[in-house]
């Protein structure tokens, strides 16, 4: 069986042993989601890439701790990216220089690019304003795909509660995209 073949389960006793390949394999597998997750949990792309690279260094370094009757190994994993997002959510932040030198290209090809770019960047701003774990479900669920119990236990709440908070997420999120840009939330008026 090759490694493309091998279960995530089958990897990660393989990484428990010390094997760097397969944690290759493992991490080539999940990055992806990984730095989705932690990017929409942040909403930055420099900081969701130092937090996946913490996390998929504590997946090597207690890869001896994962017990696969207890969960999907991506849900471990997801999990651990999730926690180190809200640490460092609840830390000061400051903007890193490098943002502050990157240069949007605000010249799309078309009009069509321009209001899909616009919603878009409503969209962001809206995700922006909600609570990190209204955010989180929303991307556990829509953007990664995971079903309700998995979503749940990565956040580390009752399948109930997850579907109360993904209710809560999408109703708030709703709100804010009716309302036309420009004009202040409170009020209605520009």
């Known amino acids: 069986m090759s490694e493309d ?3 995530d389960e089958t990897l990660m006793a393989r990484v428990a ?4 390949r397969a944690f290759a394999r493992l991490a080539e597998r999940h990055s992806g989601r990984m730095l989705r997750l932690a990017q929409r949990t942040l909403g930055s792309a420099a900081e969701a890439d130092e937090v ?3 996390a998929l260094l504590r997946v090597w370094q207690h890869a001896r701790r ?3 009757e207890r969960a999907r190994l991506a849900t471990w994993i997801y999990a651990i990216v999730y926690r180190l997002a809200i640490d460092r959510l609840r830390r000061p932040r400051t903007l890193p220089l490098e943002l502050a030198m990157e240069i949007e290209d605000a010249a799309p090809d078309a009009l ?3 209001s899909r ?3 878009l960047a409503r969209l962001a701003a809206a995700m ?3 609570q990190p774990r209204q955010r989180a479900a929303l991307t556990l669920f829509y953007y990664d795909e995971l079903e309700g119990a998995e979503a749940a ?3 580390g709440v009752s399948l109930r509660a997850f579907w109360s908070l993904l209710h809560r997420a999408r109703q708030s999120l709703q709100q804010q995209m009716q309302v036309p840009a420009g004009l202040d939330v409170g009020t209605g008026t520009p």
């Open 52 to 54: 996946a690279q913490e």
């Open 112 to 114: 069509e690019a321009m």
């Open 128 to 130: 922006a304003t909600l």
């Open 117 to 119: 770019a616009s919603e």
């Open 17 to 20: 042993a010390g094997d760097e």
């Open 5 to 7: 073949e091998e279960s």
């Open 66 to 68: 994962f017990r696969p």
């Open 153 to 155: 236990a990565v956040l």
